[in-house]
């Protein structure tokens, strides 16, 4: 890898540097490292400049390739001074205080700097940046300059008759603006000629098309006649590529676009990985209009009314049930025991029978009383489950009122807008229509996202208010996996994304994950059924790392039984072959209740009985489920898997259980697998911490980071308000991994990763440095996963893995990432 020219931007305010970096980054799409040291830590007056930050930044972009440090004014050239004496002399020496204009110094500093021009060249370049501003306002230097270069121009023989070279009017509009030299400029760099533009038209200069300040010097207009020659071995291949870069870039108006279509990108939290280009299609289910005022009604035709909406109602959502996947069932399931639930009825017919009301009014006023109840609720899980009551109480006045559920079927190709989608409105995306997703709620370790993933759409949530300023039909651009969306994207930037999105359909072609010094990383799947089942064997699995069996549970108004359970984990085993069928037992609680198990409220319910803890207190259940394992694990090749172990103790009760079973079987002939691998998560700070003592009880571990992340940030991981702090790229959540896998090694124990980070391709480097044995990842995101394990030298990961444990946010992390 050749190291890039690192850029700094200081400035007094944060906001203005990560403005400039921006639009500087906007400027290519090769990674250039850039630090920013902007603002000071004094919430009360947060300008200013800190020799210290300045000083740290240039540590965290630094390479041999040098580093260019732009100021905005006054102080910030001081500290960045005073910052250079702080530096180790040898870095000092590489680099360079530029006095250029901060918004052009930049941009020029990051095309250069992409194109790999050493830090000299970068320099020169930099301090040169205002001058094409001054040649396109200043039509006086520009006559000058016209003047000068017809005279040296008189002089020059050009083209050279060994020089290959191309006429090309330009006929669009813009001319050529920024984008397109910066373009043009890197494709230049690429070659090994000596590639020289003229503009003909105004009988300039020949100038390097290798630089971008002399590009934009030309003044390339509409109409303006250009030269391009190239001067060497690569010369006429350049050519063919610069004059198809020219003509795709200017000749199509659409996709030079002016900036400000660029500057559209907004950011949430990726949640479902994917590229989706189509028109927004936003959905917001229709009001109902209900009268309250008191009319002269027939009690009894009324409650008959009630009645039979009610029994549709049920009907309609047992159909559903049946035609849904395991996740959405449960929902189903907890809408229909509130139209099950006799005291709310009764309390609906007193309404209608003692207040006087119609069936709507009366449907209406119960469902509000019980909004508000749940709303008053201290607890935000339970808080949420207003949402619940409104959805199952708009169903039943939607039938009393002859109006249509809404749908979620588009009728036209789209990517669907919404404040926030429950669960059960995902359960209706069964439409080929739907692109992608964009919420302006949610967080991406929901439970309605898993299904988003599981349905292969692209989803992004927490995307903000500013979604909703978003016109209907407009055409939009969203990437799942960086969480980045565009409006009226440029074609450029859908070029883009498009091969990005093809590059990584053509990543199943690798059937292993070994990296450049022959590593060989097993990639399991996380799935939730077979259905899953199946498509993550397409998208290459090695085998299942997790299935999360709750969904058998939460789908139906009863425990699964021993046989259904067997069936199911049977299906799964069978498509799954020779490869490893991870199962995990029950972990329910927290975030996925089940009803039928009269579950208390709980204040803090992620702290509360969920997991093993729930598992431990109904040990009937969990036994049950142990017999089916058990009993599949005689044919096929089962693990066994225990979540949320926060103590020795909990896993040696419920590996007592296991014997038990293991008894009970015996003694009624039923055979199994004696030496079923057993292992546990690892997602709670206490059993990473204790990862020494608990490796000497089990098999292996899974490190599962959705749960690890927010129990060591203390962020709940559902909560939007705080999901960016629930990050498994903080260096507290790395270095407990690290931690883990040493106590796992150390015990000669396997330790593998199935939290959502080992399905981020970013975070591919950092779980190599950690030793990670092997990746459990969301199906989609396995092709990708591979390709980056394809890419990384095992060496270098473990070399740099302290550097970035030493970073100290989710943030530098990343950033460090970016220049990898
Ligand atoms: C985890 O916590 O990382 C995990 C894989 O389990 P779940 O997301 O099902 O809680
Ligand atoms: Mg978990």
């Known amino acids: 890898m050749i190291n890039k020219v690192g850029i700094v931007i200081v400035s007094h305010s944060a906001k203005l540097a990560s403005g400039v970096e921006e639009l500087a980054r906007q400027m290519t799409q090769v990674l250039v490292p850039i630090a920013l040291a902007a603002g000071i830590d004094d919430p009360e007056n947060p300008l200013g400049t800190d020799a210290m930050r300045i000083k740290a930044a240039i540590e965290s972009v630094y390479s041999e390739a040098g580093v260019i440090v732009l100021m905005d004014l006054g ?6 001074e005073m910052a250079l004496e702080f530096l180790p002399e040898n870095t000092r020496n590489n680099v360079r205080l530029c006095e250029a204009p901060l918004v052009e110094g930049a941009i020029v500093a990051v095309i250069e700097s992409a194109s790999d021009a050493n830090l000299e060249r970068v320099l020169a370049s930099t301090r040169d940046a205002l001058s094409a501003k001054i040649s396109q306002l200043n039509a006086n230097v520009r006559c000058i300059k016209e ?15 060994t020089a290959h070279s191309r006429r090309i009017t330009i006929v669009n509009p813009n001319g050529l603006h920024l984008r397109p030299a910066a373009n043009l400029v890197a494709t230049a760099a690429r070659f090994q000629s000596e590639i020289k533009l003229q503009n003909l038209t105004t009988r300039g200069k020949p100038c390097s098309a ?26 006429e291949e350049a050519l063919a590529d610069l004059q198809k870069l020219i003509q795709e870039q200017l000749d199509n108006p659409s996709s030079s676009a002016p900036y400000s279509s660029f500057l559209t990108a907004l950011e949430g939290i990726p949640a479902s990985p994917g590229i989706a280009i189509a028109p927004a299609f936003f959905y917001k289910s229709a009001p109902l209009e209900i009268a309250d005022e008191k009319i002269q009604i027939d009690e009894q035709l009324e409650w008959q009314k009630l ?11 047992e159909n559903l049930s049946r035609s849904s996947t395991y996740e959405v069932n449960s929902v189903f399931a907890a809408h229909l025991l509130y139209l099950k639930d006799l005291e709310l009825i009764e309390r609906s017919r007193t309404f209608i029978f003692e207040q006087a009301l119609s069936a709507p009014a009366a449907w209406k006023k119960l469902i509000e009383e019980l909004i508000a109840s749940y709303q008053a609720l201290p607890d935000s899980y339970l808080r949420a489950r207003a949402a619940d009551v409104e ?29 926030d989608l429950s669960i059960s409105e995902m359960a209706q995306l069964n439409s080929g229509n739907i692109k992608g997703i964009c919420t302006v709620e949610g967080s991406a370790t929901a439970h309605s996202v898993l299904l988003a993933n599981q349905l292969g759409i692209p989803m992004v949530v927490g995307l903000g208010q500013k979604l909703l300023s978003i016109a209907d039909n407009t055409e939009l651009a969203i990437d799942g996996t960086t969480g980045e969306i565009w409006s009226e994207p440029s074609e450029e930037i859908c070029q883009n994304l498009r091969s990005k999105d093809s590059i990584s359909q053509s990543k199943t072609i690798f059937t292993e994950a070994i990296t450049l010094d022959g590593q060989t990383i ?8 077979s259905v899953n089942a199946r498509h993550a064997l397409e998208c290459g699995a090695q085998g299942v790392g997790l299935l999360r069996t709750e969904l058998l549970y939460l789908s139906s108004s009863t425990p699964p039984t021993e046989e259904e359970q067997l069936k199911t984990i049977e299906e799964i085993a069978v498509i799954m072959g020779d490869y490893p069928l991870t199962i995990r037992t029950l972990d329910i609680g927290g975030d996925k209740p089940v009803s039928y198990l009269n579950l208390p409220p709980e204040d803090n319910p992620f702290l509360g009985v969920r997991g093993i803890r729930q598992s431990l207190v109904r040990p009937d ?6 017999r089916a394992i058990l009993r599949a694990s005689l044919k096929y090749k089962i693990k066994l898997m225990f979540p949320m172990i926060s103590s020795v103790q909990e896993i040696r009760a419920a590996k007592q259980l296991v014997l038990q079973v293991q008894m009970e079987l015996k003694a009624q002939g039923i055979g199994f697998n004696q030496a079923i691998p057993i292992g546990i998560m690892i997602e709670v700070p206490s059993a990473a911490i204790m990862a020494d003592q608990l490796a000497a009880e089990v098999d292996f571990f899974s490190l599962g980071t959705n749960d690890l992340a927010q129990y060591i940030m203390a962020a709940d991981r559902t909560n939007t308000q705080v999901a960016a702090l629930s990050d498994a790229f903080e260096p507290a959540v790395l270095r407990m991994i690290q931690q883990t896998v040493k106590a796992a090694h150390n015990a000669g124990i396997r330790v593998g990763i199935c939290g959502q980070l080992a399905s981020e391709p970013k975070a591919v480097p950092i779980l190599l440095g950690l030793l990670v044995d092997e990746l459990s990842v969301n199906p989609q995101a396995i092709p990708a996963i591979k390709e980056e394990i394809c890419r990384q030298s095992f060496k270098q990961t473990q070399s740099t893995i302290d550097v970035i444990l030493q970073l100290d946010s989710a943030a530098a992390v990343k950033d460090y990432l970016l220049n990898w």
């Not at 009645?307 to 959502?317: G, P, S």
């Open 75 to 80: 102080s910030a050239v001081m500290n960045a």
């Open 522 to 529: 097993p990639i399991l799947a996380n799935i939730g059924g």
């Open 147 to 161: 003047q000068e270069y017809s005279l040296i121009n008189n002089q020059d023989t050009i083209p050279k008759s």
């Open 307 to 317: 009645q039979q909406a009610i029994q549709k109602a049920i009907e309609q959502l």
């Open 391 to 419: 959805d199952v109480g708009l169903r039943v006045l939607r039938l009393l009122s002859g109006v249509d559920s809404p749908t979620l079927n588009l009728t036209r190709t789209g990517i669907l807008i919404a404040v």
């Open 210 to 235: 290798k630089s971008i300040n002399q590009v934009m010097l030309l003044g390339v207009r509409q109409g303006d006649e250009l030269l391009i020659t190239a001067e060497g071995e690569d010369g």
């Open 621 to 626: 259940i969990l036994k049950t489920q142990l």
